[in-house]
């Protein structure tokens, strides 16, 4: 995985704070106390942290916004804190009943071929297989458009497929309302999170136009997400990320220390006649997240 710190520190060098956070929120015994982690639904002059509506300039409602299962974007929201500028956290910006469509692209349409999994290394191991079994929770990870290089650490012109067409225009229709109309989505990572799974600490350098935002969609159970600094000895910001919200990673941020050390299910999912009932109870345990990311310089 993207995974620069899993080893662990020399004995004799002390653990840095990023790691000592990663530890804590991690911890099933004891549990993290899980009234500092910070919500950011409400502004907070103590923490820098301020909620407005997007300042934007669409107004307008489109179908195309609706077919994507977007609320109107007069309804959005967005998060800042005064010490991370390069951080926006979209709240508001999906419709309720389209959560489960999104995560239904990304357990069924998503992983099929020519698009690259986890479980294609294991030809035991194909998606219909694990759909037909149950075992759905040994999906990891999906790479779209080009297809992320986990050894190598960079994208190669010689590994891509199409990007899907509803997640290019959910992510240009987000980029765009937030202010960056040029963005190209070129490249996505899916990943799944069981319960109890984890993201260790890593910055996402290889995109080869660094100064386009990062665009990463959550969705399903709720995770705690560590936003550290360009040192590991900068204390990181531990947060909530929610079904539905968008983080917005730009300028200084796109070369941040950030992490997933916790998973864990507070969303409860209704059956819907819409979805499979197997999608409905990943829902109900399971995290997804999509960073949608352009590569080149467009
Ligand atoms: C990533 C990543 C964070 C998340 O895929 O590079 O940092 O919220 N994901 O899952
Ligand atoms: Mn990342």
Redesign the pocket.
Known sequence: M?DAYSGDAAPDSPMSAFKRAFKYYKSRNPPPDMSTVWAMDESDVGRGVRISPLPTSIHSASSEQAELGLNPIDQWTVATIDSKPGIMLLRGVFRPESHLYWLDRCLRAYPEAPNVTNLDAHSDQKLTQIWRGGDLNRLR?TTLGYHYDWLLKEYRDESRSPFPSDLDALSRTVAAAAGFDGFTPETA?V?Y?PPKST?SG?V?RAERDLDQP?L?F?FGQT?I?LSGGTSLDEEPTPMF?RSGDV?ILYGDQRLVN???PRVFAERPFSDSAAFDPIVVNYANSN?V?I?VRQVNVC
């Open positions: 993207v990870w990572i990943n999170y993201l890593h996402d990062l990463s959550s995770a997400y990320l983080l950030h992490a997933v995290r997240n960073t």
